[in-house]
C-alpha cells in the first residue's frame, strides 16, 4: 500500500540536543512538507521540498533543518536552536504545481517531548 | 496574505443530530478548498474538497459548497455518529505557484451516544 511513515511515533529529547525526525513516502510525490501542530493553533509550515536537492522555508523554520537527498525521504531536524520544540510534527507530500490540484497526503505524525 | 477562519470548538452533539462547522476564507485569486479530519493521534486525512466557486464537495455523508460571493466553505453532515468525533481542519491553497496549504485552526466535534 502507498502511504507515507513517520518515526518514531514518540520521541524524548533533553534540552540542547538535535533530534532527526523521519519521513518516507512510496507515492511517488514530488513535494513534501513539514508541518508542525500545536494545541488551538492548527498546522504552520516548517519547510517544504518541490523536488530532490531543492528545499524552501516556511513561516517557522528557525531551528529547523531539512535535507532532500532522495524523492521519498524528507528528514527534519529540530536543533537546539528551537525554544519551543515540543509539539506534534507532521509530513506530508503532493503532486507538484502545475498538475490536478495537489492534495496533500499526511503521515501518522511524530509527538516530540522536550524533558 | 491568505487566511482561514474556523468556528472554534468544541462542538459537542448528540447521535443522529445535524451538523455544521462554519469555515470563511480570505484569499486572492480563485483558492481551491479543502475539508481535513484529524482522529486522535492520528495525522490528517482529507475528507472533501471543491476546486471553484458554486462546486460542492463531498464524503462519508459531509457536504461543503465553495460560495465565492461569501468567501465560505462550511461543512455539513445530515446526522452525526459517535465515530464522527475528531478535528475538522478548514484549508485553501491557491491555484498558482507553490500550492502552499493555510489552515484554520480547527474545530473539534464530539457525538456522544
Known amino acids: 500500500d502507498g502511504g507515507i511513515t513517520q518515526s518514531p511515533k514518540y520521541l524524548f529529547r533533553k534540552e540542547g540536543q538535535n533530534v532527526t525526525l523521519s519521513c518516507e513516502q512510496n507515492?511517488?510525490?514530488?513535494?513534501m512538507y513539514w508541518y508542525r501542530q500545536d494545541p488551538g493553533q492548527g498546522l504552520r509550515l516548517i519547510y517544504y521540498s518541490q523536488i530532490v536537492n531543492d528545499f524552501q522555508k516556511g513561516d517557522i523554520a528557525e531551528g529547523y533543518s531539512v535535507s532532500r537527498e532522495k524523492k521519498e525521504s524528507f528528514p527534519l531536524t529540530v536543533t537546539s536552536a528551537q525554544k519551543n520544540p515540543t509539539a506534534f510534527y507532521l509530513c506530508a507530500s503532493s503532486t507538484p504545481s502545475g498538475r490536478a490540484v495537489n492534495e496533500q497526503f499526511f503521515g501518522p505524525g511524530t509527538r516530540l517531548t522536550v524533558l | 496574505g491568505d487566511s482561514v477562519t474556523q468556528m472554534e470548538g468544541p462542538v459537542t452533539l448528540s447521535e443522529e443530530a445535524f451538523l455544521t462547522i462554519n469555515c470563511t476564507y480570505t484569499a486572492t485569486g480563485y483558492p481551491s478548498l479543502f475539508w481535513y479530519v484529524q482522529y486522535p493521534g492520528e495525522g490528517l486525512q482529507l475528507l472533501l474538497k471543491a476546486t471553484k466557486a458554486d462546486d460542492k464537495g463531498s464524503n462519508k455523508g459531509f457536504e461543503a459548497t465553495y460560495r465565492k460571493e461569501t468567501t465560505s466553505f462550511h461543512l455539513e453532515k445530515g446526522s452525526v455518529q459517535v465515530s464522527d468525533s475528531a478535528v475538522y481542519f478548514c484549508a485553501l491553497t491557491a491555484n498558482t505557484g507553490f500550492q502552499k496549504l493555510v489552515f484554520g485552526t480547527g474545530t473539534r466535534l464530539l457525538v456522544s451516544p
Open positions: 507515492l511517488n510525490h514530488d513535494a
